[in-house]
């Protein structure tokens, strides 16, 4: 005699879009948010079978990928440092310079995010 069939893993899905028989889902993963298409008869109130998930046409860049920080506490601090602010006090009464400082120190990262997406295409 058999065993009886498991029934599947269903993972609660948000219906995003839906585009005749293609439906955009989004659904949580620990403490991220991932979204696929898949068919949309395989969408329910009920959830969505965690294999049509994984075989879904992933939905957005992979931005683990994509993203490579170089800016360092190191650079971050001296720049902090030629900005004036050396102390807690300089920082809470200069939040706004403190903010361009980070904003500075990344924003080579954010152009080499732009040449890495470029890429990726």
Known sequence: ?????????????????????????????????????????????????EETLAAGVPYGLDWESIIKIKANAADIARLLRASGI??????????????????RATLLDVFSVMNNMEAKK
């Open 86 to 103: 050396w102390t807690a006090d300089d920082f809470r009464t200069n939040v706004t310079v403190a903010d361009g400082v980070f904003r």
């Open 1 to 49: 005699m058999k065993p009886p069939k498991r029934a599947a893993k269903r993972i609660p899905a948000r219906l995003v879009s839906a585009a005749g028989t293609t439906y955009l889902v989004e659904w949580a993963v620990k403490d991220d948010l991932k979204r696929a298409y898949i068919p949309g008869e395989l969408w329910s109130t009920d959830g969505v079978e």
